[in-house]
């Protein structure tokens, strides 16, 4: 496997189920990303680990619950979401040196998300 | 609040030349990206500038005038693959990425 890769790349869920979305990057890199991509909307960005720290959006639900157990994976929780949820989930990756960030994502191919 | 504006749609015939512009009022800056986004897969870095000036990438330029919060993407001999939507994101004071909306390139043959 290279880059960034993503599972499942379609999930279909209920609006009581539980889910766990997967990213995972061979590239080496310290940062991994979640973001959100609703059609004709800018991305999203939910979470941030970067050099072992956890920065979020403040305004994604706790509906949304990341892990990020080692710098080369990524986990996404997902319970009780609405229909609203629906998107494609979008994971990066990139190679941050601290103080600058001034660094290149590498995206995986996405998650489409339906919440019925 | 930060905004990036680019033009939602854009046709263009194959052969031809197009430019894609992006506007930008963040809380500082600290370089401008495009990415090219073909349905149903990855965005991919097209390119990456952070002073003034012209970046020439085989078919693809990329312009940035800082003191206009202006920057514009340029495509040469358009291809049909070229068809896809490209995203303009500006890192700011806090080395986050705010992203436009995107444009959707339609090439006609």
């Known amino acids: 496997e290279t880059g960034v890769t993503q599972t499942p790349r379609h999930l279909v869920m209920g609006m009581t189920n539980k889910k766990s979305l997967k990213c995972e990057q061979h590239?080496?890199?310290?940062?991994m990303y979640w973001y959100k991509q609703s059609a004709k909307k800018p991305l999203e960005l939910m979470f941030v680990?970067?050099?072992?720290?956890?920065?979020e959006n403040n305004s994604v639900p706790s509906r949304f619950s990341p892990e990020c157990p080692n710098s080369s994976h990524l986990f996404l929780h997902l319970h009780t979401l609405q229909p609203e949820d629906s998107a494609l989930y979008l994971c990066?990756?990139?190679?941050?040196?601290?103080?600058?960030?001034?660094?290149?994502?590498?995206f995986g191919p996405g998650t489409r998300l339906t919440v019925l | 609040g930060q905004n990036i504006d680019q033009p939602t749609e854009m046709t263009a015939t194959e052969g031809a030349i197009v430019q894609i512009n992006c506007t930008y009022q963040t809380s500082g800056f600290n370089g401008l990206f495009w990415y090219q986004q073909h349905a149903g897969e990855a965005p991919t870095f097209l390119s990456y500038?952070?002073l003034d000036g012209l970046e020439e990438k085989g078919r693809f330029s990329s312009f940035l005038s800082r003191s206009k919060g202006y920057s514009y993407l340029l495509l040469k001999e358009l291809q049909m693959k070229d068809s896809a939507s490209y995203l303009c994101a500006v890192m700011d004071s806090n080395y986050q990425l705010i992203w436009g909306a995107g444009t959707k390139l339609i090439i006609k043959p």
């Open positions: 990066a990756s990139s190679q941050r040196t601290s103080g600058t960030g001034t660094d290149t994502q590498y």
């Open positions: 500038n952070v």
């Open positions: 590239l080496g890199h310290n940062a």
């Open positions: 680990y970067s050099l072992e720290e956890r920065v």
